[in-house]
């Protein structure tokens, strides 16, 4: 008997050509990049373009945040620089780690309260940072915890939780304080999202959403069209955006 082939949930809305390196959403559905040559853009959940930022004189950006759609953090590595942008990519203000006393951090992210929280490589703690600079928390080196190094390249927040992320050893798990609480043995990742208390990240050509109480995990089949080597795929609530070779993909499901 013939097999019926499932219907496909995902509805392409738009095609796009773009060199994405870095991805992130905000809850209002808009998609945010970081192109090879240092642009920020930011999209609208239709695809279209809303906004451009470049801050050539400070290198190419590695890191994104929007979880915050109306303050986008934008970190350039080569200066130590942060940068934050208003809902319009307009320049709200720079931060300069060095004046934090931070003269090595390649992970950083907002805090719920609009707060910086970064990893300091050189002391191997998290920190949570006021706009001012003042240390608002830390955590115990993280040398306490592990007898190997740990070299984290992905730092988020979620609700009272802090996810730091090392490919070797897993996924860190912090509380609100920053204080260090369990691994989750997920290696091998270089993002991931966590929504509703659910971590989800990309493999092969599915999405795995792995249940953070209980630890079951689901699979979320993606579009036949998304390569199984594309890495950076974010969900945001009726909105599946894809990043592959020079081209930005937005499907509606």
Known sequence: MKRIAEPDPYQLLKRITVDAKVMSTDNLQNLYVITGDGNVIKYDDEGTEV????????????HLD?????????????????????????????YELFDLDINFANNLCFANDGNIWIYDGSTLELKKYSRQGEVLKSS????????????????????????LNDSLLGVLVFDMYGQYRELIPLKGLSNFQVVDNRLIYP???????????????????????????????????SRLFVAGASELLIYKY
């Not at 929007?66 to 200066?79: K, S």
């Open 51 to 62: 906004a451009q930022f470049n801050e050539f004189s400070l290198g190419v950006p590695t």
């Open 203 to 237: 493999k092969g050509k599915s999405l795995l959403a792995v249940d953070l109480a209980v630890f079951s995990v689901e699979k979320i089949r993606l579009p036949a069209t998304v390569n199984e080597k594309t890495d950076l795929i974010q969900l945001e609530k």
């Open 140 to 163: 115990q080196s993280l040398s306490f915890e592990f007898d190997q190094e740990v070299n984290p390249n992905f730092l988020l927040q979620r609700s009272n939780t802090l996810f």
């Open 66 to 94: 929007a979880t915050d759609p109306f303050q986008i953090l934008v970190f350039y590595p080569d200066f130590m620089t942060i940068v934050t942008l208003s809902t319009a990519l307009n320049k709200m203000g720079s």
